[in-house]
């Protein structure tokens, strides 16, 4: 390698992004646009081109109106929920001279659920008899069909996703809040503004960075829910939950209207971009507004008290998850604190009940693990390849191949999600591992992440190891991987439990029982399970408890690095 010039070096280290760009993006989306202008149902061998017809159709069909307008009514709940939320634990923690770490990583712990968990969780809280529903009839005479009601249907699902986003938010504001110059508050002091005024005058224009940072991120959230609506509503009721993705899939899926789905997710990508893009303007002129101003410390009691609060409010779901797959059944989802506990649904998981068979428990276990193991490798490997490539190799076209991940980042990846499973159909992957891995095998995110990191480390390293002899590989191996340990963790405890929690992929390329992983079990037995909440708290916890423990165990690594990555 050393002598290779930095041009064929940069494009041969490169040849991951472009071989991964290649078949899961260039080839997927041509093929979605190809399919968009026909009428192929995804079974027939044959199909006519019928021009623009799917697109006047998908224009006038109430599945697609309802998706976008419940996209922005969720963007309008969401949005402000989310940012107030995790301004609220910024706030409080920001500032604690103790336990500030223990507790951020505290209120990160919701983003580690799985939306099928959460869901699970929300279905049992919000059903007919439980604790929270007695109550309201019981003291205020309400019954409210919290599922059932377009309204209250659409804030439950945005609430679950806020206490999911919440903490990870949090994280960022809370650098930003660090970020600021004490001095600017003390300056505001001596010129008698109140603490209130400060807030307006000076936290919040002091932290536009990292706000603005959060909001596009939760925007973004918006255009990309489906575990949630899936799992709890269908997309109903009449319509009211029903976002892009859930009527992508229905379309695609359970419809089989290949042409039709595939010209709706391209609709759903021009709303997507348009969207984000003017959120974005709009947040560049509000930063670009001239404010100024400060805020006193408040006391250390007040700070404490509200992050024990919102503590206990982020982690309660997880506490009556494990709760009730302990408890009697004749008391789960009835009451808050059970009388009477057992294992019953733990043995009921693998030896089955009166009316459900033992199911594959354990093995689904071993697939999240084997599938997520191995594609968060690849990921890791192919991120580090190609960052460093970027970040430290000059060849011509390294800036436009950055420029070109930032775009793919971005970019609505439900229009490419027919061709890509007719794809893996295609070649013969159906319904084994490598379907549910090859299409992970490389993150842009983690490439995006890395690139930063190495853009960070000086020079003069790399030349005085290219001076001592040293080839590229080997300064990239032995030099910048083994600096990146910090950043490292972050990064691998991010793409494992993103690939830990995936439901949508992994439900749409495997089909037999023995190659279903956690998620898509539980799925699928939300019905057959629906008389026996029991043993899907059980199968919850199963899914659930094995990532937050990784996640403690390398808490401390992943507070460092975090600190990097917030800067």
Same mark, same amino acid.
Request: charge should be positive; aromatic fraction near 18%.
């Given at each position: 390698?050393?002598?290779?010039?930095?041009?064929?070096?940069?494009?041969?280290?490169?040849?991951?992004?472009?071989?991964?760009?290649?078949?899961?993006?260039?080839?997927?989306?041509?093929?979605?646009?190809?399919?968009?202008?026909?009428?192929?149902?995804?079974?027939?061998?044959?199909?006519?081109?019928?021009?623009?017809?799917?697109?006047?159709?998908?224009?006038?069909?109430?599945?697609?109106?309802?998706?976008?307008?419940?996209?922005?009514?969720?963007?309008?709940?969401?949005?402000?929920?989310?940012?107030?939320?995790?301004?609220?634990?910024?706030?409080?923690?920001?500032?604690?001279?103790?336990?500030?770490?223990?507790?951020?990583?505290?209120?990160?712990?919701?983003?580690?659920?799985?939306?099928?968990?959460?869901?699970?969780?929300?279905?049992?809280?919000?059903?007919?008899?439980?604790?929270?529903?007695?109550?309201?009839?019981?003291?205020?005479?309400?019954?409210?069909?919290?599922?059932?009601?377009?309204?209250?249907?659409?804030?439950?699902?945005?609430?679950?996703?806020?206490?999911?986003?919440?903490?990870?938010?949090?994280?960022?504001?809370?650098?930003?809040?660090?970020?600021?110059?004490?001095?600017?508050?003390?300056?505001?002091?001596?010129?008698?503004?109140?603490?209130?005024?400060?807030?307006?005058?000076?936290?919040?224009?002091?932290?536009?960075?990292?706000?603005?940072?959060?909001?596009?991120?939760?925007?973004?959230?918006?255009?990309?829910?489906?575990?949630?609506?899936?799992?709890?509503?269908?997309?109903?009721?009449?319509?009211?939950?029903?976002?892009?993705?859930?009527?992508?899939?229905?379309?695609?899926?359970?419809?089989?209207?290949?042409?039709?789905?595939?010209?709706?997710?391209?609709?759903?990508?021009?709303?997507?971009?348009?969207?984000?893009?003017?959120?974005?303007?709009?947040?560049?002129?509000?930063?670009?507004?001239?404010?100024?101003?400060?805020?006193?410390?408040?006391?250390?009691?007040?700070?404490?008290?509200?992050?024990?609060?919102?503590?206990?409010?982020?982690?309660?779901?997880?506490?009556?998850?494990?709760?009730?797959?302990?408890?009697?059944?004749?008391?789960?989802?009835?009451?808050?604190?059970?009388?009477?506990?057992?294992?019953?649904?733990?043995?009921?998981?693998?030896?089955?009940?009166?009316?459900?068979?033992?199911?594959?428990?354990?093995?689904? =276990?071993?697939?999240?693990?084997?599938?997520?193991?191995? %594609? $968060? *490798?690849?990921? +890791? @490997?192919?991120?580090? #390849?190609?960052?460093?490539?970027?970040?430290?190799?000059?060849?011509?076209?390294?800036?436009?191949?950055?420029?070109?991940?930032?775009?793919?980042?971005?970019?609505?990846?439900?229009?490419?999600?027919?061709?890509?499973?007719?794809?893996?159909?295609?070649?013969?992957?159906?319904?084994?591992?490598?379907?549910?891995?090859?299409?992970?095998?490389?993150?842009?995110?983690?490439?995006?992440?890395?690139?930063?990191?190495?853009?960070?480390?000086?020079?003069? =390293?790399?030349?005085?190891?290219?001076?001592?002899?040293? %080839? $590229? *590989?080997?300064? +990239? @191996?032995?030099?910048? #991987?083994?600096?990146?340990?910090?950043?490292?963790?972050?990064?691998?405890?991010?793409?494992?439990?993103?690939?830990?929690?995936?439901?949508?992929?992994?439900?749409?390329?495997?089909?037999?029982?023995?190659?279903?992983?956690?998620?898509?079990?539980?799925?699928?037995?939300?019905?057959?399970?629906?008389?026996?909440?029991?043993?899907?708290?059980?199968?919850?916890?199963?899914?659930?408890?094995?990532?937050?423990?990784?996640?403690?165990?390398?808490?401390?690594?992943?507070?460092?690095?975090?600190?990097?990555?917030?800067?």
């Amino acid at each position: 390698m050393k002598n290779l010039s930095d041009n064929k070096l940069g494009w041969l280290f490169a040849s991951p992004y472009l071989l991964y760009t290649l078949i899961f993006f260039l080839i997927p989306l041509v093929w979605s646009i190809y399919l968009a202008f026909t009428n192929w149902d995804m079974i027939a061998p044959n199909y006519e081109f019928v021009v623009f017809e799917n697109f006047i159709d998908a224009l006038q069909h109430s599945g697609v109106q309802s998706a976008f307008f419940v996209t922005f009514k969720f963007l309008a709940i969401f949005v402000p929920m989310v940012t107030l939320a995790s301004l609220m634990v910024a706030m409080a923690v920001q500032g604690l001279p103790r336990f500030k770490g223990l507790f951020l990583i505290g209120f990160f712990l919701p983003y580690l659920a799985s939306g099928v968990v959460s869901s699970l969780i929300v279905k049992g809280i919000l059903s007919y008899n439980s604790p929270v529903n007695e109550f309201l009839r019981g003291t205020f005479g309400l019954d409210i069909d919290w599922l059932g009601t377009p309204f209250s249907a659409l804030l439950v699902v945005s609430v679950i996703i806020a206490w999911k986003f919440s903490g990870y938010y949090a994280l960022i504001l809370t650098a930003g809040l660090e970020s600021i110059n004490k001095e600017i508050y003390e300056a505001a002091a001596i010129d008698g503004i109140n603490r209130w005024q400060q807030f307006w005058k000076v936290t919040i224009p002091m932290l536009y960075p990292a706000l603005f940072t959060t909001l596009i991120l939760s925007v973004g959230v918006t255009f990309g829910v489906f575990t949630e609506v899936y799992q709890l509503t269908g997309g109903g009721p009449n319509y009211a939950t029903n976002t892009w993705q859930m009527e992508i899939y229905t379309q695609a899926f359970t419809n089989l209207k290949a042409g039709y789905a595939s010209a709706v997710a391209l609709i759903s990508a021009v709303v997507t971009f348009v969207g984000i893009y003017v959120f974005k303007k709009l947040l560049e002129v509000w930063g670009g507004n001239d404010m100024v101003g400060a805020n006193k410390k408040k006391t250390l009691f007040i700070r404490y008290i509200l992050s024990f609060s919102l503590l206990g409010i982020m982690v309660f779901p997880y506490l009556y998850m494990v709760i009730m797959s302990f408890a009697d059944w004749s008391q789960v989802d009835r009451k808050l604190i059970p009388t009477s506990f057992t294992l019953r649904s733990y043995e009921w998981l693998f030896v089955g009940g009166e009316v459900v068979d033992p199911k594959p428990w354990l093995r689904a =276990f071993f697939n999240t693990f084997i599938v997520s193991a191995v %594609s $968060t *490798f690849l990921m +890791m @490997i192919t991120g580090i #390849v190609v960052a460093y490539t970027l970040a430290k190799i000059k060849f011509k076209g390294g800036k436009f191949l950055s420029n070109a991940i930032l775009f793919q980042m971005f970019f609505p990846a439900v229009i490419l999600l027919v061709p890509m499973f007719l794809m893996i159909q295609d070649i013969g992957l159906y319904d084994t591992y490598w379907a549910m891995i090859i299409p992970k095998a490389l993150s842009l995110w983690a490439v995006f992440m890395y690139t930063n990191f190495f853009r960070a480390i000086p020079d003069t =390293f790399i030349e005085s190891a290219k001076l001592d002899g040293a %080839s $590229t *590989f080997q300064i +990239m @191996i032995k030099i910048a #991987v083994p600096m990146s340990k910090s950043i490292t963790t972050v990064i691998f405890l991010f793409l494992f439990m993103e690939r830990w929690t995936e439901l949508l992929w992994d439900m749409i390329v495997v089909r037999s029982e023995n190659m279903l992983t956690l998620n898509v079990l539980i799925s699928q037995m939300f019905g057959p399970y629906g008389g026996y909440p029991g043993p899907m708290y059980a199968a919850s916890v199963l899914l659930t408890i094995p990532i937050i423990i990784l996640f403690l165990f390398f808490a401390k690594s992943f507070k460092e690095g975090m600190q990097f990555t917030l800067k």
